[in-house]
């Protein structure tokens, strides 16, 4: 049976693009730290406790420590507003949205990277967290890697019908353009408009939320 996930996996895009914009600016300015990608940010901790230069040992912890803390956050929202999806993503994005603000003000005066990773972090751990609770198959908003598997292991080459091709491929296309759009704009106009674009695509996510789940349809409460 078929479920109704209505604009979920919509809305799941559009946090998808805010993963490409942070883990843009954090990686390319912060010392290749990711504040989304725990795996990575992993690899990197230990590439740079074994000495390989240009990697932020302390932004890789703070990052880690960060995203941690966020999880636990989000498990409170869950804990609040888990029988309704809407309210869920609409109530922890624009807690998100606050987070995201406040690392675009820090970054516009000046202050050190480690003072922004902490935001970015718990924003994407409460990401993270939303994500799992809401769990539709393939868009984790963070992670491609089962994605990327799930494409060729359930191909049609082997036999598969691979039933969510297009969602699939759709998840893996919108995380690109999220970390091109947010590398171009930290590359070329820096962290701060990155920052800000990523704020905005947060606020749009709350608001639709909001705004789509009123009236009680049935996709708030699929499992």
Known sequence: MTQNH?????????????????????????GHVFVANMTG???FLGFGLAGAPGISVPGSLLALAAFLLGALIGGLFIRRYGDHHGHLLAYSSLFKVALLLMATIIAAVGLSPLAV???????????????RKIAIPDL????LTMTLTGIMADSSLVG????RLVRRI????????????GAALVLNRGIVPALGAAALI????????WLL???NPAWVHAT
């Open 140 to 143: 984790t908003t963070t992670v």
């Open 213 to 215: 789940g009123r009236g």
């Open 117 to 131: 990773i902490p935001e970015l972090g718990i924003t994407m751990g409460i990401q993270n967290a939303v994500a």
């Open 41 to 43: 940010n992993i690899v």
């Open 202 to 209: 947060m606020a749009l996510v709350s608001t639709s939320a």
């Open 160 to 163: 598969g019908s691979n039933p």
């Open 170 to 181: 759709l998840a893996v296309l919108t995380m690109f353009a999220g970390a091109f759009a």
């Open 6 to 30: 209505g604009p979920l996996p919509g809305i799941l895009a559009l946090l998808t693009l805010v993963t490409g914009f942070v883990d843009a600016v954090t990686y390319l300015k912060f």
